[in-house]
């Protein structure tokens, strides 16, 4: 929400800005004089105008969690960015329960169908025993 | 809880493990739960998610279907893959339809369906895995190396071929397989791993406290330093990954520590690993019993039953 208020505030100063440039040069034009320069106030809000967007815009990074294997909501690690050092940046697979080399272990392409659909049968014929 | 979690999170969590293929490693109860949250993802989002991602989840939703024992929704799902990619161009389309086949019983066609071309290595490498038998493991292997030699830079198969020798017992020919990876691969930290995991089987095959030969003894003290320096590799790549400390806690409360300090203190290699393994002991307990909510105490008495860590 603030940074929503930081983006009406510096678009606003943006446009009045741009309406002071605007009637500036109109007044320029109407009694034939030549601008030597834009007035410094102008620039200035300008600048600011530009500066308080851009805090708006990182202000308003939002970065969604993610859902663990096992269901759970993990949040990010940072707000911005990934960490940089590998032993932190990899925590997050570990939290998560699935790393960039999970295929490694899992081999999909060799699993074993029938085997797995055996034991899939026999925990269903236990479960429903119970 | 249930209602906090977004779509595009729970889409994000079901692609991840479609890539992964985690699911391969699942008890049959989370692919119970996992088959259902799919099929009902799938039946109230089909319309709004990207094609991609679509197929990629229906490609998932067969797999937990056949792995489910759903034969006619893993029918309904082949059918509308095969629909849209056809029959005969796309390799993972024919692979789907021998796993078919395979669950269904019918052996020999799905090898008739991988047997066709000898340039589609994914098809071929499929077709490896119906050389594995119980009675004969080595001529699995056999078929794993014949296909390796055709295509070596196939990591997967190398992590499967370094998974069977540890079934037997070879372990010095899994850490070749697994070493393999690592050099295409320098940042697979679970592969370091099962390195580490692979010398420290082979640390307590080779020894025993009734040793007598001081080289038997030097020579065991040294594998058990290789187990520890990759699991410690492993922890300098991803600090969290609590097997590996408990690998290191496991390696420093080893029985020939014991034997080394009666007998080997003054070799200085020997002395510099005693130090070390002194240093480690309590860090590593330290980390294991925080990362996985194991208490000290258990974990101590545990390891008086049983000394091996899991795979």
């Not at chain 2, 039946?43 to 990207?50: E, G, L, Q, R, V």
């Not at chain 2, 066609?109 to 119906?130: H, Y």
């Not at chain 2, 995991?197 to 040793?211: A, D, G, H, T, V």
Request: proline share 2%; net charge negative.
């Amino acid at each position: 929400m603030s940074s929503f208020a930081f983006f009406l505030i510096g678009g606003l100063l943006l446009a009045h800005s741009g309406y002071s440039s605007y009637e500036l040069h109109q007044f320029a034009k109407e009694f034939g004089t030549e601008l030597k320069s834009i007035p410094s106030d102008i620039t200035l809000e300008t600048i600011a105008g530009i500066m308080i967007v851009v805090i708006a815009a990182v202000g308003s990074i939002n970065k969604a969690s993610k859902l663990s294997i096992n269901n759970e909501i993990v949040p990010p690690q940072n707000r911005y960015l990934k960490e940089i050092e590998m032993k932190k940046a990899t925590k997050e697979h570990e939290t998560i329960g699935i790393n960039d080399y999970q295929g490694f272990e899992s081999r999909i392409s060799f699993i074993d169908i029938q085997k797995k659909r055996n034991e899939f049968s026999d925990w269903i014929k236990k479960e429903k025993h119970d | 809880m249930a209602h906090e979690i977004s779509t595009e999170a729970l889409k994000d969590k079901l692609l991840n493990i479609s890539y992964s293929g985690v699911y391969a490693q699942f008890h049959p109860e989370q692919l119970l739960d996992l088959y259902n949250e799919v099929s009902n993802f799938l039946s109230i989002n089909s319309d709004s998610i990207d094609v991609t991602e679509l197929f990629n989840l229906t490609e998932l939703r067969f797999y937990l279907a056949i792995l489910t024992h759903h034969d006619v929704d893993s029918k309904a799902c082949l059918d509308r893959l095969t629909d849209q990619f056809g029959r005969d161009r796309s390799q993972r389309i024919k692979i789907l339809q021998s796993i078919y086949l395979e669950a269904m019983g019918d052996n020999e066609g799905a090898k008739l369906l991988l047997n066709g071309d000898p340039d589609e290595l994914d098809l071929s490498r499929r077709l490896v895995t119906f050389s594995r038998n119980s009675s004969d493991p080595e001529e699995y292997i056999a078929c794993l190396k014949f296909y390796l030699d055709v295509q070596p830079s196939d990591l997967i198969t190398w992590a499967e071929l370094a998974d069977q020798y540890q079934q037997l017992g070879h372990y010095e020919r899994a850490i070749f397989c697994l070493q393999e990876i690592i050099q295409q691969e320098p940042f697979a930290y679970n592969i370091f791993y099962k390195i580490g995991l692979n010398y420290y089987y082979l640390y307590c095959r080779e020894f025993s406290p009734k040793l007598e030969k001081k080289d038997k003894v030097l020579e065991s003290a040294n594998i058990l330093r290789k187990a520890r320096d990759h699991f410690l590799r492993t922890i300098e790549i991803c600090e969290t990954y609590s097997k590996a400390w408990l690998g290191i806690y496991l390696v420093t409360k080893a029985p020939i520590n014991d034997v080394l300090r009666a007998k080997y203190k003054d070799n200085s290699a020997m002395g510099q690993l005693l130090s070390e393994n002194d240093k480690l002991r309590e860090v590593s307990a330290k980390k294991f019993t925080d990362l996985s909510g194991i208490d000290e105490a258990t974990l101590k008495s545990d390891l008086s039953v049983s000394a091996t860590p899991s795979a």
